[in-house]
Each structure stands twice: as structure tokens, then as C-alpha cells.
DNA sequence: TTTCTTCGTTAGATCGATCAAATTCACAAT
DNA sequence: ATTGTGAATTTGATCGATCTAACGAAGAAA
């Protein structure tokens, strides 16, 4: 036999408040899940029920019923090495999920060929109903296998490959060394050099290519300005020194660990960022803004790309077979004080 | 009436699989959860069948009737600002809660008061078991909040407060100072110095009483030793200044940021890193490795952190009533070209 | 008054698993 | 042959929600 009072400490569910409302359960439902089917005084008399039960839906009865978890699965890697933009992504995709009645369930990604079985493991067991990713490399093979199954997914980083499938929202690095230059042309540079990575990396070529574009846009020239290191501080030190000797009175650079370089190369010749010549970072790293000079440097929007994927991951799962979408957010130019005007004496 | 063919693309349910192995669902579900209690010829024929089918069970009906959704809840800050230590914990703690069956809902925590009513709300749905909290602060509210209602917890951090609940990890700074000491001591050094933050911090004065108390272990004087700036490096460089001195032959400090200002005092006194003054981290950020020389830091063990509050929550979760416990943590020094022995012109 | 609509609400089945209790079976003890 | 025992398996109820379909009441049209 069914219960038919409420003991105190018995789980509240949706038949203890539609007892209390004097309606049917049912109709509970209806007032989380189509409110408008209700006339307007037994919604108010619902809802009350429901506040003053504290009341919620449980998500696994909801969820096996609608056969969708509300959850959106994000592979975390060993130690990506992003700094802190993994970080930001991850709180601004959770924060936008949350906006659209979503979470983030977080799994650990073993790396290789293993890796699609924990996604396949999550799908089996209905886990979750879609998939961010990141990392995403040159013919990543999850795209491909997410999209042959139907399964709605989106990706933080271009399918670099020609022929690739799915949404993406990427960061335009181009555009953000373009605007580097801008902003140093604009301070009267016109000797403006870039430290980059070895041809390649398609990030590394990316950025490469907005400073050359920028550069041929206001007619500079860029013959002799261009060098290349590692990740390494120091050789990037190495590399900007030959930059200072070509008389460059800017450097915009690749990465901020690059820019830390040219801080050194500066230091060594007695010579200082921002005073001397202007250097520009990329990514904004927790050390940018601790270093001295400020670093001026490339933020990238990661507010921006979480809840864009979401945008797109949402537009996925209501319509899985509407052409895909593509966007490229535009990097902020954190001006700090290792930029600034040309000196005189140049 | 009940489908009793197995149309293909219909669901793979508990019940395909009973059918096809020719027992009942019970006993599929035993293969499971009990295997011990099939007869080893029949937990064959289940499995195979199980293999066959690709089966696995739906997370969502078993969460529903086992009133538990092996789902771990952890509220991610805005930008903690951590470097990738957070990161690192994250994914320590999810790796170690796949091996135990869990894993780990990301929430996002709106800053202050709110913030305990995402945890309400998530416990009222029954979406998370329980909860690994980070960030703690002096009288955190949450660990009271959990402990009150019974809800199992552990929290990375201390409870700083002298009348604190629940099981908790933390990294002993002071013993990472100490194990710096010692490393110096064997080094030949004999005038080491700190530079740490100004007093109140709890981290920060926990890792200068490991450098004092060590210098006391070997009878070595600290007076005039000791300097403090706050996070910026340039400040820290300022205060590194007055260490150098006073002849300090090696210093540890208490993050990397300070330690990258003792590189920047060396560098305007013509000295360097290593090779005549030894220098110590604290956190191994990403910067430590790529400055150069190398820098000697202490790394936090986040791996063994991640592990040991799962470990700890599944026995709360298993034995809710038992004594709290409590786990610091030594972090690891990894030795790079910022430490060497004292120089014999010294 | 009767019948037809429409709207709001209710009743009963269902999602896919686990729990508790009942049943079957093999085998030993009486 | 009968009963007892314990292990292996099956049966039926249940977790808490949503789905489909049916129902009742109010008002409009006949």
C-alpha cells in the first residue's frame, strides 16, 4: 500500500508536494516543465508547495525518463601546460552550461588511442548527452568519430586539417598580433619585430602571419625584423638580441614566455622594456603582469570562447543537423607598461 | 504487451542482455554488482553476452534506485589565480575518483554567501554523493554546513581555524622549507636566507617556521636573514637586495614569483642565479622550468594530494561517523641549476 | 436541452536498473 | 523416500520523474 501521509524526514518528491497542492503529480511536472499549461492560480498554489517543501525534481528520474543527463563531458588532461587559459575555459564553460540548466562532468582523458573509449564508456552509460573539447589537433580523430555517431559536440580550437566536421570557436592569434601592431604602429613604431616559434606549429604560423599582414597593411617593412626560438627564456634572449641588433624598436612576440626573453636581452644591454623598446606578450600569463615593466600582452577571451562553445553546443543539440558553425573570437590587448612611445633618441 | 524480439538499434538494455544470455535480469545484474554469487560457468555466459552487446548499465536508472550518483561535486573559482597547481589537484582528484567508479561534477561557485546554496541545490537534486572543497579560508562555512547535514566532504587545505571539521589534505610548507634548508646545508651553505610574505598569511607563515626551524636544527643563525615583499617581483627583487647584503649565500623563498625578483637582484648586481648565490622556489610554476638557470622549486604534490582526498572521502562516504582525519603532505624539491654549491670565493 | 470544443487536470504506463523475498535445484542428512 | 540446507536464480515491487491518453468542466453552437 501506497503512503499516504508525510512522514517528517520521508524524501520529498514531486507526490509530497502535489499532496500538499491538491493536484496531481502531474501537474507538478507541468509547472517545471510547461508552466503556461497551467491556469495561473494553480501554478501560484504549486509553486508554493514547492518552496515551502524545498522541493526539486531528482535529476536521475528525470534523466532516465527524458533519456538526457543535462551533463556535457570535458576530458581533462595530465598537465596541459595552457597556464591558466585551461583554467579560465573550464570556469566560463561551467558558468555558461550552468546558465543553460547544464553541468560539466569531468573525466580523466588517458592519452593516445585509448582516449576515445572513455568517451565511448560515458555514451554507453548515458552519461552525458554531449561533449566539449580542447586540444584539438591536426586530424584529431574525435570530430570525425563524434560526428559519424550523431553525437552533438563542440571543440575550443580549429580542425586545423582541411577537411574537418563540427562546430569550433577558436582565437584568432592573427588577429591578435595585428592588433599588437596597431597599437605599436599607433605609438609611432615603425621597426617592429616578431619573435616566434619555428615554422610548423600552426598556432606558431598563425600569429606569425597577423604580424606580416599587419606590417604590409601600414606599408612597413619587415625584412631582417623576424626571429625564432623555443619555449625557453633564455633562447629567446638569444634570438631577441639579434631583433635589438637589427634595430627593431618593437618586438611583438608569440608567447609571453618569449617576451620574458626579450626582457632579458634588454636587461643584458643595459636597456629597458618600454623605456628602450616596446615588447608585446601573448596570452597574458599570471607572470605578465607581475614582471617589471608590466607586460603589455595578448588576453585571450576565454569568458568569450566558454560561452560561445556552450552557444554552439546548445544550437547542436536542439538541431544535430544544421551546418556547422564556425567562430574566431578576437584577442584583448592588456596595455601595460611595456609598451610606450618611441623614444626620441631612436 | 512486452516486446520480446530484439529490434536492432532498439536500446541495449539489462534485459537484451538477460535474454540473450538466457537468464533473468537479476542475475545480470548480479554479473555486476555480485558476481561472487554466480556460478562461475553462468557469469561466463553473461559476460560474453554483456561483450557481445557492448552493454553497460544506464547510469541514471542505477543512480535513481541505488539513490546514489557516484558523482563528486567541486565548485571552480573565477580564476583562482593557483597557476596550475589547481589544475593539477583536478586532475589528480578525477583520475583517482575513475579508479574508485566516481567522478566529478564541475559547478561553477558564484563568490561569497551564494555560494552554499549551489552546494544546497545540488544535493537536493541528488546530483553529487559529496563534495571536494579547495580554497579554504579561516572559518570557512562550508565545512560546518556539510558536517551539519551529514554529507561526506573532504576539503584540499587546512582548516585553519582552530575548531574545524572534517577530513582534510593539505601540503606542508614547512616541511618543504625545511627539506630546502637541509638541501642548502648540504651544499655547504651556512648564510641562508628568507624572503617571504609579510606575516598573517597562514600559508606564508607556516613555510617561514620550516625555514626557522630548520636553521635551528643545524645551528645555524637567522638574524638579519630574513626579508618579506608582497607578490610582485619586482618588490621581491628590492627586498632580495637587502638579503644579498647582508651575505646571504643562498635563499629560499616562499613562491617562484620571489624567487624570479632574487634573479632579477643577482642579475643588476653582475651576479647569477647558481652559480654564486643558490636560489629556492616554492609552487614549481611553468615559469621555474623555462627561466634560466633552471630554478630549484618545491612542488607541490598535487598527484598525492588528489589521491589522498579521494581516499579519504570514500571512507567518509563508507563510514560516515568515523574520526576525522588528517593528511599534510611534504612537497618535492626538484633541484635545477638555481642551487649549487657555495662558491669558493665566498 | 443537447452536443461539440477547448482547456486544465488526472490516471496509468514507462524509463532501466536494484532491492527484498520467493523459488528452484542439487545434495546431504534423517 | 522425506526432509533439511544452502547456493543459484527468478519474481515482483520500487526508485521518482515524464509520457501518452483519457477525463471532467466550462462555454459555444446546434
Not at 552525458?128 to 550523431?150: C, E, I, S
Not at 588576453?299 to 544550437?315: F, I
Amino acid at each position: 500500500m501506497t503512503r499516504r501521509t508525510d512522514a517528517p524526514g520521508a524524501p520529498v518528491t514531486m507526490a509530497t508536494v502535489a499532496r500538499r497542492a491538491g493536484v496531481s503529480t502531474q501537474t507538478v511536472s507541468n509547472a517545471f516543465n510547461a508552466p503556461e499549461l497551467l491556469r495561473s492560480e494553480t501554478l501560484v498554489r504549486v509553486r508554493k508547495a514547492v518552496a515551502e517543501l524545498n522541493y526539486r525534481p531528482h535529476r536521475a528520474a528525470r534523466s532516465l525518463r527524458t533519456r538526457s543527463s543535462k551533463l556535457i563531458g570535458y576530458a581533462i588532461r595530465a598537465s596541459d601546460g595552457g597556464g591558466n587559459v585551461m583554467d579560465r575555459f573550464l570556469h566560463a564553460l561551467s558558468q555558461s552550461a550552468a546558465e543553460a540548466g547544464y553541468r560539466v562532468l569531468l573525466f580523466p582523458s588517458p592519452a593516445g588511442p585509448a582516449e576515445l573509449e572513455e568517451y565511448e564508456e560515458l555514451l554507453r552509460e548515458h552519461s552525458v548527452d554531449a561533449f566539449a573539447l580542447t586540444h584539438t589537433v591536426r586530424g584529431d580523430k574525435r570530430q570525425t568519430w563524434l560526428h559519424r555517431r550523431g553525437i552533438p559536440f563542440v571543440a575550443f580550437g580549429r580542425t586545423w586539417g582541411s577537411k574537418g566536421v563540427g562546430d569550433w570557436v577558436d582565437v584568432d592569434g592573427a588577429a591578435g598580433t595585428g592588433q599588437a601592431v596597431d597599437h605599436l604602429v599607433q605609438l609611432g613604431h615603425r621597426r617592429i619585430a616578431y619573435l616566434g616559434w619555428p615554422a610548423g606549429s600552426p598556432v606558431g604560423d598563425d600569429r606569425l602571419r597577423g604580424w606580416k599582414e599587419a606590417m604590409k597593411r601600414h606599408g612597413l617593412p619587415v625584412r631582417g625584423l623576424r626571429a625564432q626560438a623555443l619555449g625557453e627564456v633564455e633562447q629567446g634572449a638569444a634570438a631577441a638580441g639579434g631583433l635589438l641588433d637589427a634595430g627593431a624598436s618593437a618586438v611583438v612576440t608569440a608567447s609571453d614566455t618569449l617576451a620574458m626573453g626579450c626582457y632579458l636581452a634588454l636587461r643584458d644591454r643595459g636597456l629597458s622594456a618600454g623605456r628602450d623598446v616596446s615588447v608585446v606578450g601573448f596570452d597574458d600569463a599570471p607572470a605578465a603582469q607581475l614582471l617589471s615593466p608590466g607586460l603589455t600582452t595578448l588576453r585571450q577571451p576565454m569568458e568569450d570562447v566558454g560561452q560561445m562553445c556552450m552557444q554552439l553546443l546548445l544550437k547542436r543539440i536542439t538541431d544535430p543537423s544544421a551546418p556547422a558553425e564556425r567562430v574566431l573570437l578576437a584577442p584583448h590587448l592588456v596595455v601595460r607598461d611595456s609598451t610606450a612611445p618611441v623614444p626620441l633618441t631612436a
